[in-house]
């Protein structure tokens, strides 16, 4: 098993910056991939793919809304997975969540269908 703990949502201003940590702890050497996903607060719609990361490799990957926004990162001897926020939009308003998988490639990567453990979340709220 492998847990996951979201931190640095916020209240910010558009055009702000934020960033989110996700602590991993257990199972961590079985991780091929990690990502990023969002959710708006009021829910109803599917978790969206923001960014992934390979725990090995480091390879990075985004969605066409936050490229050139938004930098993945992961630092595997301290198992945290990150994610930098720059030019902030009202749009990014969503709750965030980590998440990690075993068995991963670039095209279902970029969905939820590899990812098996999630975070509890930590909501972003960016106002114009």
């Known amino acids: 098993q492998v847990q996951l703990i979201e931190s640095g949502g916020g209240l910010v201003q558009g055009g702000d910056s934020l960033r989110l940590s996700c602590g991993v702890s257990g199972r961590t050497g079985s991780i091929s991939a990690m990502g990023w996903f969002r959710q708006p607060p009021a829910g109803g719609i599917d978790r969206e793919f923001v960014?992934?990361?390979?725990?090995?490799?480091?390879?990075?990957y985004y969605a066409e809304s936050v490229k050139g926004r938004f930098t993945i990162s992961r630092d595997s001897t301290k198992n945290a997975l990150y994610l930098q926020m720059d030019s902030l939009k009202s749009e990014d308003t969503a709750i965030y969540y980590c998440?990690?998988?075993?068995?991963?490639?670039?095209?279902?990567?970029?969905?939820?269908?590899?990812?098996?453990?999630w975070g509890q979340g930590t909501q972003v709220i960016v106002s114009s």
């Open positions: 998440a990690a998988a075993y068995r991963w490639d670039s095209i279902v990567g970029l969905t939820t269908t590899p990812y098996e453990h």
């Open positions: 960014a992934a990361i390979t725990w090995l490799g480091g390879n990075t």
